[in-house]
């Protein structure tokens, strides 16, 4: 079990938004920057945001992130066919002295 | 363009050791952090292992601590981890990937964010008998 948590599973329709939260703690999302990976079926992870809200070239602007406490947050707008993925979280953990992912959500396209 | 390509994966017996590398290209080597990511089957992403870009930095996770060592060889610009004492809960995926810094250090304390980019295809050890 994750310090991050992350809900299981989303859902949503074509053109809708949707948000994807990631639950820590003062030794983790508190004090440090979150990032956010894609991982599409059978392939490997893909920075989507980092420094909590920034996006690499490449990512499409529907894609946002967001920091608030302990928590921080994914917003995926107009939802498209080709963001069913699985989403992680993940940020520096100073209990853990590393790294540490969320269990992941997994997106699903209606 | 930045390439990441792992190699070394396959079948063990449990206790016994096998040696990932991966080859890195189109980036200044020496300058990056690296990482290990592990992601067993079906399963979540789990961090390894980091090295800074000197090399003279390694953080391990609780779960391989003792039994992985990571390291590189920035005249090959190759990262490699050494797995011994293997168990059948470190069969996954491993994936190497470019950290996008190096260690930052503030108020006597030291970090590497877990800023990821690009990652490796991955290669597969299996961990069984």
């Known amino acids: 079990q994750s310090v991050l948590t992350q809900p299981p599973s989303a859902s949503g329709t074509p053109g809708q938004r949707v948000t994807i939260s990631c639950s820590g703690s003062?030794?983790?999302?508190?004090?440090?920057?979150v990032y956010w990976y894609q991982q599409l079926p059978g392939t490997a992870p893909k920075l989507l945001i980092y420094r909590n809200n920034q996006r690499p070239s490449g990512v499409p602007d529907r894609f946002s992130g967001s920091k608030s406490g302990t928590s921080a947050s994914l917003a995926i707008s107009g939802l498209r066919s080709e963001d069913e993925a699985e989403y992680y979280c993940a940020v520096w953990d100073d209990r853990l002295g590393g790294p540490v992912f969320g269990g992941g959500t997994k997106l699903t396209v209606l | 363009e930045v390439q990441l390509l792992e190699s070394g994966g396959g079948l063990v017996q449990p206790g016994g050791s096998l040696r990932l590398s991966c080859a890195a290209s189109g980036f200044t080597f020496t300058n990056y952090a690296m990482s290990w990511v592990r992601q067993a089957p079906g399963k979540g992403l789990e961090w390894v292992s980091i090295?800074?870009?000197?090399?003279?930095?390694?953080y391990y996770a609780d779960s391989v601590k003792g039994r992985f060592t990571i390291s590189r060889d920035n005249s090959k610009n190759t990262l490699y981890v050494q797995m011994n004492s293997l168990r059948a809960e470190d069969t996954a995926v491993y994936y190497c990937?470019?950290?996008?810094?190096?260690?930052?250090?503030?108020?006597?304390?030291?970090?590497?964010?877990?800023?990821?980019?690009?990652w490796g295809q991955g290669t597969l050890v299996t961990v069984s008998s």
């Open positions: 990937a470019k950290s996008q810094t190096d260690r930052y250090c503030t108020g006597g304390a030291c970090y590497f964010p877990p800023w990821f980019d690009p």
């Open positions: 090295i800074s870009g000197s090399g003279g930095n390694t």
């Open positions: 003062s030794s983790n999302i508190v004090r440090y920057y």
